[in-house]
Each structure stands twice: as C-alpha cells, then as structure tokens.
C-alpha cells in the first residue's frame, strides 16, 4: 500500500463540513445545522508508519 | 460524573466534544445550546418551540430541524462503541534475538526485539541514546511478532498487539510508555501527544506543526542549530496538571533532499546511518536533538503551523491565524486524552492559545521571526 498513512487519516476541511437537511428558504436553518466534525486519533501513533529496510 | 458531551465557545464557534465517540464539533453555539439540551434529556418539542420561537420560523421546520439533528448528530454521538474482545495467546518468545540499551539521564530501558524487524520499527529514532552499560535496567520492554501481530509488553504486563496496517499504533504506544517512565506520570495525567516539534528557548515552548514534507522536521534542525531547544520531534506529549510541553528524545528524522541545507550545520549527518521507508519512498537519517535536560518542561501557549516553501516564491509569511482554524488543522493529527476532566482542560488551554501560519523559503529570516514570536515581538 504505497498511500500514506497520515494523508489517509487527514480530514480536510471539505470532507469535515457537514449539514443537517436541506433547508431552502430557512437559510438560517442551513447555517444552523453547517458543523464541523473532527476525529483525533483513537490512540498515540508514530508519523512515519513503517519499518526501515537496512542501515540498522 | 460522565456527561455525553463538553462545550467551549471559541471565537465564533463553540466546539463540542461527545465521550462516546470521542468526537469534536465546530458548531454554531446555538446548536450547541441544542444539543446540550438534548443531553439534559429536554423533551425535542420543547426544543423545537424554543428554536421556532428564537428564529422566527414555522414550529413544523424547527421540529423538522430538531429532529434530523436528534437523529443524525445527538444519537450517533451518544451511543457507546461496542467492546469486541478477542482473546490472544500472550505467551511470550523464549529467545529475544535482539536486546538494546538505552540512558535517557539517569534512568536505563532496556528494549527487547524479537528480530530485525521489530527493531527496526524502534531503534533508528532511539538510537543515539544507546549504551553499553547493561547492568543497570529500570525499566524493560519486550517486542515480539506472532501471526501477523505484533505484541508489546512492559516487562510482564502486555500493552497490546496490533497487525501491520496499525503498527504506526504500535510505536506510537512504545513512545507513548517510554514517555510515561521518563516522566514518572501515567497515561491519565497526560493531556495529549501531539504530532509536532516541540522547540524552547529555555522559558517557553511553542509546537511547530505542519504536513509531512512540509520541512517541519527541517525547520527543527534549523532552530536547533541556532540557539533553540528541540524538545520532542513528531511526538510531543503535553502534561494535564500544568499543561508544560515536555520532552520525548527520539532523533530529528532527515529525509535526504534537507542535507544539502543541513549538512554543513550538521557534518556528522554525511557519515550517520540511512533507513529506507519503502512504502513512503523516503530515505531517512535521525539528527540527535540537542536537549540536554530530559526533566525540562516548559508552558505552551504557541501553535506554529509551518510550511517550507519548495517554489521559493514567499521569503517568508508569517500570519495570525484563527483558533478555531487552528483546531480543525491539530486534532486529526493528535491523540487527546479521553478524561473528561482533561478534555475540559484541553478546550480551555486552546481557548488561550495563538495560532500562526508561517511560510518561509529564507532560513535566517524564518529564525528571525520565531525568536521575536518567542520574544512576543511579532
């Protein structure tokens, strides 16, 4: 798997915005229910994902 | 008492956090206040005759609203993860074929590695801190893969077991550990790790954030060689009773296109050992950081989003940025304690926080401008 891991776990602001409904002419509803969610990581973790090949 | 969830309004926006899922929102704080409502078990309707009225809208599109938000953010948020056990077979190897030795000041691990490959995942960051002296041990670590797993042990009490797409987990866990002996404080009395540089001028500290292959790891070596303390790279732990950034003493990771830019700072990088990461497709050697003083602790109240410019169109770029901006850039990336009391002293840690965006392709004009952030003279 050549993607890295860090890429892969990184929400940009795109996919974090989130809406409740559609809410047409109520924009103040659609403003309302605009949010943001954001996921820390589920445990500490290291940034570089994968074990060296020589030079140990 | 466990609540579902923990408001802070910052800035503009109140953010929420629900123990359930362990999930943040940026909200508008009037949906917020809903969901709060929500929490103390307010009946929706009352909700809904509350919203209709605030806003001026039909009671039948609030309900609507209160409703969908009940059913797609309140409940989601609100139901506990299920707990999947799975039993493992915790006998541990009788051959490690691999031991090291480390000193970090005047306490002694000892890492036990199953083979090269369990190795490989600890010791190049560690390396600079082993030593010969194997008679002295407080603390040891055992390391072992069985089955596609690999399993981590302090001493005789088994950590965890992660297969090799988590194994990131794994060393994040060791470090996690390692953190918690050098500092005599459990993993409850940690506020969070974050993936950052940790850099002090002896008073202070600042977390220097960015992007893998944005420099940030540069930038590091760069401070370090004038006047700065490194002290953590990428793991950088931060402590709940006094929130004081304190040190982790892995090596400064190099990838090879910054020697040009290093080498004549750092000679000894020409001759240190090179680690090949084949699945990032970077070549990697560790710097040793030059904090001599593992007890060193220092208040952060900085966060420094920093970005090498490869274009060297921008000399440098240094902004004030919003917090709430700031916070969506430093969770995905962090680990934050789940304890109540320390998500509450988390949220109102970043309240107080500056947040700074800088961009730089001029080194001595990059050095420059953390010294007068330092200084408060920016």
Same mark, same amino acid.
């Given at each position: 798997?050549?993607?890295?891991i860090?890429?892969?776990?990184?929400?940009?602001?795109?996919?974090?915005?989130?809406?409740?409904?559609?809410?047409?002419?109520?924009?103040?509803l659609t403003?309302?229910?605009?949010?943001?969610?954001?996921?820390p990581?589920?445990?500490?973790?290291?940034?570089?994902?994968?074990?060296?090949?020589?030079?140990? | 008492?466990?609540?579902?969830?923990?408001?802070?309004? @910052?800035?503009?926006k109140?953010i929420?956090?629900?123990s359930?899922?362990?999930?943040?929102?940026?909200?508008?704080?009037m949906?917020a206040?809903? /969901?709060?409502?929500m929490a103390?078990?307010v009946?929706?309707?009352?909700?809904?005759?509350?919203?209709?009225?605030?806003? &001026? @809208?039909p009671?039948?599109?609030?309900s &609507?609203?209160?409703?969908?938000?009940? /059913?797609?953010?309140?409940?989601?948020?609100?139901e506990?993860p299920?707990n999947?056990?799975?039993f493992?077979?915790?006998?541990?190897?009788?051959?490690?074929?691999i031991? %090291?030795?480390?000193?970090?000041d005047d306490?002694?691990?000892?890492? $036990?590695?199953?083979?090269?490959?369990?190795?490989?995942?600890?010791?190049?960051?560690? $390396?600079h801190?082993e030593?010969d002296?194997d008679?002295?041990?407080?603390?040891?670590?055992?390391?072992y893969?069985? =089955?596609?797993?690999?399993f981590?042990f302090?001493?005789?009490?088994? @950590?965890?077991v992660?297969?090799?797409?988590?194994i990131?987990?794994m060393?994040?866990?060791?470090?996690?550990? /390692?953190v918690e002996k050098?500092?005599?404080?459990?993993?409850?009395?940690?506020?969070?790790?974050f993936?950052?540089s940790?850099?002090?001028? =002896?008073?202070?500290?600042?977390?220097?954030?960015?992007?893998? =292959?944005?420099g940030?790891?540069?930038?590091?070596a760069?401070l370090?060689?004038?006047?700065?303390?490194c002290?953590?790279?990428?793991?950088?732990?931060?402590?709940?009773?006094?929130?004081h950034?304190? $040190?982790?003493?892995?090596?400064?990771?190099?990838?090879?296109? $910054?020697?040009?830019?290093?080498?004549?700072?750092y000679?000894?990088?020409?001759?240190?050992a090179?680690?090949h990461?084949k699945?990032l497709?970077?070549?990697?050697?560790?710097?040793k950081?030059?904090?001599?003083?593992?007890?060193?602790n220092?208040?952060?109240?900085d966060?420094?989003?920093?970005?090498?410019?490869?274009?060297?169109s921008? &000399?440098l770029?240094?902004?004030?940025?919003? %917090?709430?901006?700031?916070?969506?850039?430093?969770?995905p990336?962090?680990?934050?304690s789940?304890?109540h009391?320390?998500?509450?002293?988390?949220?109102e840690?970043?309240?107080?926080?500056?947040a700074?965006?800088?961009?730089?392709? &001029?080194?001595?004009?990059?050095?420059?401008?953390v010294?007068?952030?330092?200084?408060?003279?920016?």
């Amino acid at each position: 798997m050549k993607k890295d891991i860090n890429t892969k776990e990184k929400i940009t602001r795109q996919d974090a915005i989130k809406r409740i409904g559609n809410y047409g002419k109520y924009s103040v509803l659609t403003a309302l229910g605009t949010y943001l969610i954001l996921n820390p990581k589920t445990s500490q973790a290291q940034s570089v994902p994968e074990n060296p090949s020589r030079g140990f | 008492m466990n609540t579902p969830l923990l408001l802070k309004t @910052i800035e503009d926006k109140t953010i929420v956090w629900f123990s359930g899922t362990d999930n943040y929102l940026v909200l508008e704080p009037m949906m917020a206040e809903i /969901l709060q409502d929500m929490a103390n078990d307010v009946p929706l309707q009352k909700i809904s005759e509350a919203l209709a009225k605030q806003i &001026d @809208i039909p009671f039948n599109e609030a309900s &609507d609203f209160v409703n969908n938000a009940c /059913l797609n953010l309140f409940l989601p948020n609100t139901e506990q993860p299920e707990n999947t056990s799975e039993f493992f077979d915790l006998e541990q190897p009788l051959h490690y074929s691999i031991k %090291k030795h480390y000193r970090i000041d005047d306490k002694y691990f000892e890492v $036990s590695y199953k083979d090269e490959f369990e190795a490989y995942l600890i010791h190049p960051k560690l $390396s600079h801190l082993e030593t010969d002296n194997d008679n002295t041990t407080n603390f040891s670590f055992q390391i072992y893969t069985k =089955g596609n797993r690999t399993f981590l042990f302090d001493n005789t009490e088994f @950590i965890g077991v992660w297969d090799r797409k988590n194994i990131h987990y794994m060393q994040g866990k060791f470090s996690m550990k /390692l953190v918690e002996k050098l500092h005599n404080k459990p993993e409850d009395e940690w506020l969070g790790v974050f993936h950052a540089s940790g850099v002090s001028n =002896g008073k202070k500290s600042m977390l220097f954030l960015g992007d893998s =292959g944005n420099g940030k790891s540069t930038s590091l070596a760069l401070l370090q060689a004038n006047g700065f303390t490194c002290l953590a790279d990428d793991f950088v732990p931060m402590a709940a009773d006094n929130r004081h950034i304190y $040190s982790f003493p892995s090596g400064i990771s190099i990838k090879k296109n $910054s020697l040009t830019t290093l080498l004549p700072l750092y000679p000894e990088l020409e001759d240190s050992a090179e680690f090949h990461f084949k699945t990032l497709n970077k070549i990697v050697r560790f710097l040793k950081p030059n904090n001599t003083d593992h007890k060193a602790n220092l208040p952060c109240k900085d966060l420094v989003f920093i970005t090498y410019d490869k274009t060297k169109s921008i &000399d440098l770029q240094c902004n004030k940025i919003s %917090k709430i901006d700031a916070f969506q850039k430093l969770i995905p990336d962090s680990w934050v304690s789940k304890h109540h009391n320390n998500v509450t002293v988390f949220l109102e840690w970043f309240s107080q926080l500056n947040a700074y965006e800088l961009t730089y392709s &001029d080194n001595q004009k990059m050095i420059t401008t953390v010294q007068n952030l330092f200084d408060n003279d920016l």
